[in-house]
């Protein structure tokens, strides 16, 4: 018989892990990327979610990471107007070509 030194993890748990992992590691010389933030749980557990990991991203000193946040939740569009010096809404547009995904357009997002 072996022993492991792992523990089991809940696969619930593995996506808020590697959140709080990225937000504790994350400097102002990071690029994070980060994709649907927030999906998976309730519609107001995932805005919350999202709009908490955006607003810890962003920073409270000079400037926070270079981040690419991708989510459904178009609440979080006012961030921009809250920040406008610190975040921008992108709208990207791309194509898929057979087994290649393509940036056709990405133009500023004027929600």
């Known amino acids: ?19 709080a992992e990225i937000l504790a590691q994350a400097t102002r010389r990071s690029l994070v990327i980060l994709d649907e933030v927030g999906r998976g ?10 709009w908490a990991v955006a607003e810890q991203l962003h920073g409270t000193g000079p400037r926070g990471p ?10 979080l569009t006012t961030l921009a107007d809250q920040h406008p010096d ?8 791309v194509r898929e070509f057979g087994a290649d995904i393509i940036v056709h357009s990405l133009t500023k997002f004027m929600g």
């Open 1 to 19: 018989m072996t022993t492991s030194t792992h523990q089991a993890v809940d696969v619930s748990q593995i996506a808020p892990r590697e959140k």
């Open 86 to 93: 610190r975040v921008l809404n992108l709208h990207v547009l």
């Open 41 to 50: 749980t309730s519609t107001f557990d995932g805005l919350a979610i999202a």
């Open 66 to 75: 270079r981040t690419l946040f991708a989510t459904h939740y178009h609440e």
